[in-house]
């Protein structure tokens, strides 16, 4: 009996001590897996941080490579419009008629003329730039199409006193209308020589001034009967000739003249040449006349070198270039005897091509 009681004992103890051992195991058990979850949760939480750093700062660092690539943004410029005071010849004086002394006058270098050059877009500094430092490109687009700002007829005056004087003319890259004066010993030589050029070639007809100057070999004067007038023409035509046109060198009186200028005119007609009027006085009746015969005639609006000096003479081509756009061309006459014209000339041609000027010659704006 003592046996039985004692090995019951021993049962339970054994019992509760199994119970108290599982319960402990649970426990165990339990906390290993809740250990296990926040330690999973814990290095998740990791990785998503890293992932979510390293695509920080990749993304970051794509942002700044394409602003670096974008092309900087230049606020376009508003167009000004230039007003330009340009003094003109006294309405009777010319060129030719008071020419300047033989004094020659102190040359200043001008300022240089702003130049209208259409603002080039700036382009990817990825692609390799070539030596001048514009990006190389197999092929080339202007910007923009540059605006018609009208024509520009450039005559030059009194060739054939000396072939020196012509030579750097005849080496301007641009139409140009030369007119020679006949009867001087290179007027002939230097009439081929114009054409050899590609240039146009005018008789520069010498006529009475009003002042009483000396016109030259060759003149028309107020007492001579309209067949003295025409023979005067013919001779020059055939020595300086084959010509386009002419025009008037000095003339001041002939050209106030109705019945002179009505032969003139006519002769002109008659040969197919064309008359430019030099207008050495504001008195000309050559318009007038011109309009009654129904012929079309050119006339002078600028003379370039009243003072022989760059800075004058870009003063009053400018004055040309204002009224080319206004009227739609200017016609603008220089000398052989400038030293400073035709240097001045060869470097503004092609800033007038660029700037959206046709340069064309006298013939083009008149045939």
Avoid at 57 to 64: A, G, L, Y
Wanted: with cysteine.
């Amino acid at each position: 009996m003592k046996k039985a009681i004692k090995k019951k004992k021993t049962a339970v103890r054994s019992y509760k001590r199994r119970k108290k051992m599982g319960t402990s195991d649970a426990l165990r058990a339990f906390m290993l897996v809740g250990l296990i979850v926040a330690l999973s949760a814990a290095i998740s939480f990791a990785v998503i941080m890293v992932h979510a750093t390293v695509n920080g700062e990749n993304n970051s660092e794509e942002i700044s490579v394409t602003k670096g690539d974008e092309p900087a943004q230049t606020p376009k410029a508003e167009p000004v419009e230039e007003v330009v005071s340009v003094p003109q010849p006294p309405a009777r004086a010319t060129s030719e008629e008071s020419r300047p002394s033989s004094q020659t006058p102190t040359v200043r270098e001008p300022p240089k003329p702003e130049r209208n050059v259409p603002v080039q877009p700036q382009r990817n500094t990825s692609a390799q730039p070539t030596t001048s430092g514009v990006t190389a490109s197999s092929s080339v687009t202007p910007s923009r199409v540059v605006e018609n700002q009208g024509t520009l007829v450039f005559v030059i005056d009194d060739a054939g006193n000396n072939l020196r004087e012509l030579e750097p003319f005849l080496r301007i890259p641009g139409p140009l209308t030369i007119a020679v004066l006949p009867g001087l010993p290179h007027s002939a030589e230097a009439a081929r020589l114009i054409r050899a050029s590609g240039k146009e070639v005018i008789l520069h007809q010498p006529m009475e001034a009003i002042g009483g100057q000396n016109p030259g070999p060759g003149a028309i004067y107020s007492n001579m009967s309209a067949q003295e007038i025409r023979a005067v023409l013919s001779r020059n035509v055939a020595e300086i000739g084959p010509i386009a046109g002419m025009n008037n060198h000095q003339g001041s009186k002939i050209t106030m003249d109705r019945e002179a200028m009505q032969t003139i005119l006519a002769f002109c007609a008659e040969n197919n040449l064309y008359f430019l009027d030099s207008r050495t006085t504001a008195d000309t009746v050559v318009p007038a006349v011109a309009r009654q015969m129904g012929m079309r005639i050119a006339e002078r609006n600028v003379f370039i070198d009243n003072e022989q000096n760059k800075a004058s003479m870009l003063r009053y081509i400018t004055g040309g270039l204002t009224r080319a756009q206004r009227n739609g061309s200017a016609v603008m006459i220089g000398h052989t005897w400038s030293p400073e014209l035709a240097g001045l000339l060869t470097e503004q041609f092609p800033l007038f091509i660029e700037q959206g000027y046709n340069i064309k010659t006298a013939s083009d704006i008149i045939k």
